[in-house]
């Protein structure tokens, strides 16, 4: 898809992040006739200044709380919304911090910046697990065009080594992605085209199942990191996955909570 600007040159559109806006902005929508509906709301922006409310007390995206809201099963009677929980503090990240203001984007952002630091290549990228659990949508890459950007924002199947280390729930190294066989025809013109020749993809997961995948990319085939570096590059995706877990048992109900008070 494209566009002109104002001398009439032809310019990309990010269709991918178009139509995430869009389905962001329905899904407010939706998640306020909700909230209108139960609690006998007088109009849409009563709503979601709710919802905004509560999410920013949580350091929570509105988007992120309204997606959940509407999962989350209806409240049963006044008070509390969810049986009695057991508050627990963040897990402990060694490469980021502590700080009670760190959303799941800056996770994601430490995460990204401290692989690619120990694998030692500027070249990298960080994907989290769709809302319906049907492939990987990249949020972050680094060291790529926005043609990269563009046509691994979304990932489904085993057409490429993040896929393939999602599903097996296992790092996955590719040492020439020319010779491998994995990726398909675009996926392996895609990464010609920014000089990648080798792959190592380590999945983001906890015992609650994975939360999505970070690459590191190198412009030699046969390059990698170390086994020892695997090793810390794994250790570093299972801190972050433990994170994200209690982000979401935690931080969300508590929001929701939050927002069935207000």
């Not at 990204?112 to 500027?122: E, F, G, N, P, S």
């Not at 392996?188 to 970070?214: F, M, N, Q, T, Y």
Request: some cysteine.
């Amino acid at each position: 898809m494209t566009c002109l600007d104002a001398a009439g040159t032809r310019l990309p559109v990010d269709t991918d992040g178009l139509l995430t806006r869009l389905r962001d902005r329905a899904t407010l929508e939706h998640a306020a006739s909700v909230l209108m509906a139960r609690y006998g709301l007088s109009d849409a922006t009563t709503a979601m200044r709710a919802l905004g409310t509560a999410a920013r007390r949580h350091h929570i995206a509105p988007d992120t709380l309204a997606r959940a809201l509407l999962v989350a099963p209806r409240p049963w009677r006044n008070g509390r919304w969810f049986s009695p929980r057991v508050w627990r503090s963040a897990p402990e990240l060694d490469f980021l911090p502590a700080s009670p203001a760190i959303r799941p984007s800056g996770l994601l952002r430490a995460t990204l910046d401290t692989v690619t630091d120990r694998a030692q290549t500027a070249q990298g990228d960080i994907q989290t697990v769709t809302t319906g659990n049907t492939g990987l949508k990249l949020q972050r890459a680094e060291g790529f065009s926005s043609e990269f950007f563009q046509h691994f924002a979304h990932v489904e199947g085993d057409a490429t080594a993040c896929g393939i280390a999602l599903r097996v729930r296992e790092p996955v190294t590719v040492a020439d992605v020319t010779t491998c066989g994995i990726f398909d025809r675009p996926a392996l013109e895609a990464l010609v085209a920014e000089e990648v020749r080798a792959v190592h993809s380590i999945p983001i997961c906890g015992p609650d199942g994975c939360a999505g995948v970070v690459s590191v990319h190198y412009r030699r085939s046969g390059h990698g990191p170390s086994e020892v570096t695997r090793a810390e590059l794994t250790r570093i995706a299972s801190q972050a996955a433990a994170w994200l877990h209690w982000y979401r048992r935690t931080a969300t109900l508590d929001a929701l909570e939050d927002l069935h008070r207000l």
